[in-house]
């Protein structure tokens, strides 16, 4: 199979040209079709020349995204489940806030993190994506957004799958979405969240970048992590905090922490108070997510009481913490939940 044109970052395109025996900025034409202009085929390249249009349509091909199904939120919220080559099925949503357009991407098919609370997890890991196919959700999001004038003002890494588990695709996707010959997205409006695969929170910590961080925290200490999360027992509680400590040391930039809320799991002003504790010399903001009910754990939701309480708490010892606002509750936008429901059906 031929590999995607998305794959390739701007330089990588150059130095394709340049072997080509074309001059680099060849290179950053094509980048210009596929970011800027976004166009759907190599012959649409009019301004490069019909054999160099040939070679490129000999050696990559163009990711294709069918659309399986879209369901749209009454809050504008639109969840996409769209079919691969291979008929795997992964999910994307464009999110609309007051300030722009965010969008969701999946790096995996499925995932083998195994968060007790996910949905993406129940069938496992079924393959990576490659950066090209990462690539593709946010284009193909812009192109809808194309037709209201408006554009992808974010990005959030917290589709379905563990990004630091497929890293350096992870990494060549950010460094196509913000590069300023292209979509040009701000790198502060980009965040990539990991469960803390810690020697990839190393990596990125010395990667030189302005994206933003999330750990999915989940719990205040070890023994409640493993058990809401497998992968806690592979990258314990404390190694995880390590390598955040230098994370914030290296690049001066504050974390998020996700923190999942169940109703009698990990809720309770106990448990806000040991986190206190642990992060409060953390550069750092705490982000609640109640979770969203799914039907093959025995999760309830937390009470607004008991959210409000929580968050009282951390913010009574001096955390900046937010409770997250829930987007398309109406159309199973948490992640996994549609293509859980597609796999019910006997699909991929
Ligand atoms: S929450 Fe993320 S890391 Fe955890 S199982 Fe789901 S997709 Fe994987």
């Known amino acids: 199979m031929k590999p995607f044109i998305y794959d390739y970052t701007y330089d990588e395109l150059r130095e394709w040209a340049v072997a080509q025996g074309e001059p680099a900025f060849r290179g950053g034409q094509i980048f210009d079709w596929l970011y800027v202009k976004r166009v759907n085929s190599f012959e649409e390249m009019t301004n490069l020349s019909k054999p160099l249009r040939q070679k490129l349509d000999e050696q990559f091909a163009f990711v294709t995204l069918n659309e399986i199904t879209k369901f749209e939120s009454k809050d504008g919220t639109v969840k996409f489940l769209f079919g691969l080559h291979d008929d795997h099925a992964i ?25 007790t609370f996910c949905a993406s997890t129940l069938g496992g890991l079924k ?16 192109k809808i957004l194309d037709d209201r004038g408006e554009r992808v003002s974010s990005i959030v890494i917290m589709g379905t799958g563990e990004p630091f588990e497929n890293y350096d695709a992870t990494m060549n996707f950010l460094r196509i979405m913000i590069h300023d ?13 990991t469960s803390g695969i810690v020697p990839n929170i190393y990596r990125f910590a010395d990667e030189d970048t302005q994206i933003n961080l999330a750990i999915s925290i989940h719990a205040p200490n070890d023994a409640l992590r493993s058990k809401l999360m497998p992968v806690n027992r592979r990258f314990p509680f404390d190694d995880v905090m390590e390598a955040l400590r230098y994370y914030i040391a290296k690049t001066g930039r504050r974390i998020t922490f996700e923190y999942a809320l169940i109703g009698g799991v990990n809720d309770q002003p106990e448990h806000a108070e040991e986190l206190a504790s642990v ?10 997510i109640p979770v969203n009910h799914v039907p093959e754990r025995k999760y309830v939701r937390t009470s607004r009481n008991d959210i409000f309480q929580f968050q009282r708490i ?16 109406d159309i199973a936008a948490a992640c996994g939940q549609l293509r859980a429901k597609h796999m019910e059906s006997g699909a991929r």
């Open 91 to 115: 999910e994307t949503v464009i999110m609309k806030h007051n300030y722009g357009n965010s969008i969701c991407v999946t790096t995996q098919v499925g995932c083998k993190v195994g968060c």
């Open 127 to 142: 393959r990576n994506l490659s950066a090209g196919e990462i690539v593709a959700q946010v284009v193909q999001a812009q």
């Open 181 to 193: 010959k292209g979509l040009n997205i701000g790198q502060r409006h980009i965040t990539v969240s």
């Open 279 to 288: 992060i409060k010399d953390m550069l750092c903001h705490v982000n609640l």
């Open 314 to 329: 951390l913010a009574d010892k001096g955390i900046n913490v937010t409770i997250r606002r829930e987007q398309g509750h």
